[in-house]
């Protein structure tokens, strides 16, 4: 298995300006969820999803980011507008229920706002 | 929720020497316990993990213990080699219908000296 898959794996933007992010889960995982990394804050849980649905949103920052989850094999992560604060890595990551709960990670996209 | 603490935040050990990192949880409900390995540039990494209804897992030169009573569980990298440099976070989770988000510790960032 070609393990998740997040694109792109940089990302520079000027505030203000959109920016999506996708994930590719393991082919059959029934959990995907959206992380963030930064020095201060360490790894943050932003949402899951199960079976394409949104399970637990509390930890999205704002109303500026958006999650979606249109089908099992592709999940975008949306931030309108950006700004500076939200530079960060974001990872998503894809479980399987009946295998145990093991969470894998894909390799990150780094984010920088400037 | 859940708050999970780790300690050190930082450990050098001599090539050869072991390692040990330290967890503590807040919430009795947890019942699943990760390890996860952070190398430069890359996602976590599962490496070993712990269910509450066991005290002790081997794999090789990793161990993870788990203290139910006093809320505590350990990772033990022994005959540490510099490919074991990296930083570790641990986490905690409950596991029940409609719940499978994990808390991460703040991570300890490995050196083994060569």
């Known amino acids: 298995d070609a393990g998740v898959i997040q694109s792109p794996r940089h990302e520079v933007t000027e505030m203000g300006q959109e920016v999506t992010l996708r994930c590719k889960p393991i082919?059959?995982?029934?959990?995907l969820f959206w992380y963030r990394q930064t020095m201060m804050r360490g790894l943050e849980l932003l949402i899951y999803?199960?079976?394409?649905?949104?399970?637990?949103d509390s930890g999205m920052p704002e109303d500026r980011f958006s999650a979606k989850m249109p089908n099992a094999s592709f999940s975008t992560l949306k931030i309108q507008p950006s700004e500076p604060r939200d530079s960060a890595v974001y990872f998503c990551?894809?479980?399987?229920?009946?295998?145990?709960?093991?969470?894998?990670f894909g390799p990150g996209t780094r984010l920088t706002v400037t | 929720g859940e708050n999970v603490e780790q300690h050190p935040s930082t450990l050098s050990v001599q090539e050869g020497d072991s390692a040990v990192i330290k967890c503590t949880y807040s919430?009795?409900?947890?019942?699943?316990f990760p390890w996860y390995k952070q190398e430069l540039g890359k996602g976590p990494q599962l490496i070993i993990d712990?269910?509450?209804?066991?005290g002790e897992k081997k794999d090789q030169r990793i161990a993870v213990t788990l203290n139910k009573t006093a809320k505590h569980f350990s990772l033990h990298i022994t005959e540490t080699q510099p490919e074991d440099s990296a930083v570790y976070f641990c986490?905690?989770?409950?596991?029940?219908?409609?719940?499978?988000?994990?808390?991460f510790g703040t991570g300890t960032r490995l050196t083994v000296i060569p």
């Open positions: 990551a894809s479980s399987l229920t009946t295998s145990g709960f093991e969470q894998y």
């Open positions: 082919s059959g995982h029934d959990y």
């Open positions: 999803f199960n079976n394409n649905v949104p399970i637990d």
């Open positions: 919430d009795s409900a947890s019942n699943y």
């Open positions: 712990i269910r509450s209804n066991v």
């Open positions: 986490a905690a989770g409950s596991y029940q219908t409609g719940a499978n988000n994990l808390f």
